[in-house]
């Protein structure tokens, strides 16, 4: 099993930054792919950014790439979004998940365990 719980989220103004934390607990968190997903009201979840164990590799969706920033800290079993540019479409429940597998961590079943998530906020 792997606890997850997100934290770093918030209200923020239109062109803001906010960064995600993803405290982990429980199994070798470094053994786990970690990806980020949200989900605003009505819509299904999304995929937004994935890093692979040791952080050698990491995935974007198109809507964010080059504005967020995923990371991770194996010390610290933590996984992080830096998020930039924040536009009002960004608000949704962000959720953090870990995967066993690399190949397809841009879809949902490939995960595992997810976090309760935590709400962003971005007014225009």
């Known amino acids: 099993q792997v606890q997850l719980v997100e934290s770093g989220g918030g209200l923020v103004q239109a062109g803001g930054s906010l960064r995600l934390s993803c405290a982990a607990s429980g199994q070798t968190f470094s053994r786990y792919a970690m990806g980020w997903f949200r989900q605003a009201a009505g819509k299904e979840r999304e995929f937004l950014a994935a890093?692979?164990?040791?952080?050698?590799?990491?995935a974007y969706a198109d809507s964010v790439k080059g504005r967020f920033t995923i990371s991770r800290d194996n010390a610290r079993n933590t996984v992080y979004l830096q998020m930039n540019s924040l536009n009002p479409e960004d608000t949704a429940v962000y959720y953090c998940a870990a995967a066993r597998t690399w190949y397809i961590v841009k879809v949902t079943p490939a995960y595992d365990y997810w976090g309760q998530g935590t709400q962003v906020s971005v007014s225009s």
């Open positions: 890093i692979s164990w040791s952080a050698g590799s990491t």
